[in-house]
C-alpha cells in the first residue's frame, strides 16, 4: 500500500507563486510514474502535469505549460509542483497521484486519471486578485 501526503499550497496572490509537495511511502516510489490533477468547484478534475519515474520525461496540460512545473526528487521519495504566474482561475483542490505500475514509455495514458492507483489526500489552492 503506498501512502501519498501532501503538503504546501493555501493561499497564493495572483501572479505569485506557490509549490505543492507530495511525499511518498514505501521504497518503490522510484519506478513509480507521478501526476498531478485539480480539480475546481462544479468542474470534472483535470490533468495538470506527469513525470516519469526517473524523472527524465515530464508533460503538462497545454493551457498551463510555462507556469507550472513538475519535479521529483526520488531520494526523498517527493514529488513536486511548482505553480508562477498564478490567476484565480488556478484555484482548485489539487491532487498528486501514483500510477505503481507504469506502462513502458511514457505514452499519453498519463494524462487519464483512471492511470493512476494511488492519490493523495487534496491540498486547495486559492488564488485572489
Known amino acids: 500500500q503506498v501512502q501519498l501526503v501532501q503538503s504546501g499550497g493555501g493561499l497564493g496572490q495572483a501572479g505569485g507563486s506557490l509549490r505543492l509537495s507530495c511525499a511518498a511511502s514505501g521504497r518503490s516510489f522510484r519506478t513509480y510514474n507521478m501526476g498531478w490533477f485539480r480539480q475546481a468547484p462544479g468542474k470534472e478534475r483535470e490533468f495538470v502535469a506527469a513525470?516519469?519515474?526517473?524523472?527524465?520525461?515530464?508533460y503538462g496540460a497545454d493551457s498551463l505549460k510555462g507556469r507550472f512545473t513538475i519535479s521529483r526528487d526520488n531520494a526523498k521519495n517527493t514529488q513536486y509542483l511548482q505553480m508562477n504566474s498564478l490567476t484565480p482561475e488556478d484555484t482548485a483542490v489539487y491532487y498528486c497521484?501514483?500510477?505503481?505500475?507504469?506502462?513502458?514509455?511514457?505514452?499519453?495514458?498519463?494524462?487519464?486519471?483512471?492511470?493512476?492507483?494511488?492519490w493523495g489526500q487534496g491540498t486547495q489552492v486559492t488564488v485572489s486578485l
Open positions: 513525470i516519469s519515474w526517473s524523472g527524465g520525461s515530464t
Open positions: 497521484a501514483a500510477d505503481s505500475n507504469p506502462l513502458p514509455g511514457f505514452c499519453s495514458l498519463i494524462v487519464q486519471s483512471r492511470r493512476y492507483d494511488y
